[in-house]
T-cell receptor
């Protein structure tokens, strides 16, 4: 069974640009969540999608948005990039059924904003 | 508010030594879940264990063991006879028992473990 797939693996953007990151969850997983990892702030929850609906959101500005498609694939968009958005963005999927099941993470997209 | 503290930023030991990673958590909930994840250099977080707040039984899995003590709000992780492949960043994490928040896990800052040959 394929794991969580994130593309691209690396991205370099300049300030002011926008970026879209993609995540394909494990087959059968309908919940997809996104995390931002930085050396200073650590791992922070961005948002979670389930059946194409945003279920939960972390404390990030509106420049960070996401969506989920009917096949459970998810995209995350960051508009008007700032230097502080440089981070590893991790996507995770969760098996259906019980809450608080373990999350399965992808290898992440390393975003560098210059 | 929920909080997870991993006071050890970095630990370096020689192979075959035992090492304990500390984790202290704060929550007002009576029902919660605790996790440990491992992040190797490849980047993805790998699930190690989940424990709910009603299950204080310690667990052993091979060279790994976990000590959960509600009285001290701690969930420590011990690696026995460490190996070079154990080198990674280890995260302790906490989540509430709300379905809507099931994926909103609060992570500690992580402990970078280096095992020297």
């Amino acid at each position: 069974k394929a794991g969580v797939t994130q593309t691209p693996r690396y991205l370099i953007k300049t300030r002011g640009q926008q970026v879209t990151l993609s995540c394909s969850p494990i087959s059968g997983h309908r919940s997809v969540s996104w995390y931002q990892q930085t050396p200073g702030q650590g791992l922070q929850f961005l948002f979670e999608y389930f059946s194409e609906t945003q279920r939960n959101k972390g404390n990030f500005p509106g420049r960070f948005s996401g969506r989920q498609f009917s096949n459970s694939r998810s995209e995350m968009n960051v508009s008007t990039l700032e230097l502080g958005d440089s981070a590893l963005y991790l996507c995770a999927s969760r098996p259906p059924g019980q809450p608080n099941e373990k999350l399965f993470f992808g290898s992440g997209t390393q975003l560098s904003v210059l | 508010a929920q909080k997870v503290t991993q006071a050890q930023t970095e630990i370096s030991v020689v192979e075959k030594e035992d090492v304990t990673l500390d984790c202290v958590y704060e929550t007002r909930d009576t029902t919660y879940y605790l996790f440990w994840y491992k992040q190797p250099p490849s980047g993805e977080l790998v699930f190690l264990i989940r424990r709910n707040s009603f299950d204080e039984q310690n667990e052993i899995s091979g060279r790994y063991s976990w000590n959960f003590q509600k009285s001290t709000s701690s969930f420590n992780f011990t690696i026995t006879a460490s190996q070079v492949v154990d080198s990674a960043v280890y995260f302790c994490a906490l989540s509430e028992d709300w379905y809507s928040s099931a994926s909103k896990i609060i992570f500690g800052s992580g402990t970078r473990l280096s095992i020297r040959p």
